[in-house]
């Protein structure tokens, strides 16, 4: 997919749109996503601004957007106006290596469990075969008007 296909695919937009690219999609099982890390980003302004390191946050929500596209492409959730993929578990998430601008950010998302409406993913992120980060991470479909009314 393209950066384009990636956008329309996604509800995310600027600055947080953290996937450029889909190099391989498998629907109900995985998904390879590339992620440019540029300078240039405003997730940089402040981590830090001495030493530009992406925020492990900023790596979670990347594979986030990785999954999601592949949950959308698998069951066809989120593509309804309203619906969007929520984070709701993450498991054994281990930040092993720092990414600086410049790097490229493969990530690569193995489906454990799709049961309805929620996903369990395993994730690996990697710069140049190095693993920077990997963990698990549950997901769950919901609609705008499910969380009206409940404080949220």
Same mark, same amino acid.
């Given at each position: 997919?393209?950066?384009?296909?990636?956008?329309?695919?996604?509800?995310?937009?600027f600055?947080?749109? #953290?996937?450029?690219?889909?190099?391989?999609?498998?629907?109900?099982?995985?998904?390879?996503t590339?992620?440019?890390?540029?300078?240039?980003?405003?997730?940089?302004?402040?981590?830090?601004?001495?030493?530009?390191?992406?925020?492990?946050? #900023?790596?979670?929500?990347?594979?986030?957007?990785?999954?999601?596209?592949? +949950?959308?492409?698998?069951?066809?959730?989120?593509?309804?106006?309203?619906? +969007? /993929?929520?984070?709701?578990?993450?498991?054994? #998430?281990?930040?092993?290596?720092?990414?600086?601008?410049?790097?490229?950010?493969?990530?690569?998302?193995?489906?454990?469990? +799709?049961?309805?409406?929620?996903?369990?993913?395993?994730?690996?992120?990697?710069?140049?075969?190095?693993?920077?980060?990997?963990?698990k /991470?549950?997901?769950?479909?919901?609609g705008?008007?499910?969380?009206?009314?409940?404080?949220?």
């Amino acid at each position: 997919m393209t950066f384009e296909e990636v956008r329309a695919a996604l509800k995310q937009r600027f600055p947080m749109i #953290m996937v450029d690219t889909v190099t391989s999609i498998e629907p109900g099982k995985s998904i390879r996503t590339v992620k440019n890390v540029t300078g240039n980003e405003i997730q940089f302004l402040g981590h830090f601004p001495e030493h530009a390191v992406m925020a492990g946050t #900023m790596i979670v929500e990347a594979v986030g957007q990785s999954a999601s596209i592949l +949950f959308s492409k698998t069951t066809g959730a989120g593509v309804q106006p309203g619906d +969007f /993929l929520v984070l709701g578990v993450i498991n054994e #998430m281990r930040f092993l290596a720092p990414v600086f601008p410049g790097n490229r950010l493969d990530m690569e998302i193995q489906v454990l469990k +799709f049961i309805g409406d929620f996903a369990l993913v395993e994730a690996v992120a990697t710069v140049d075969g190095t693993v920077v980060a990997q963990g698990k /991470l549950g997901f769950a479909k919901r609609g705008l008007a499910s969380s009206e009314g409940k404080g949220q």
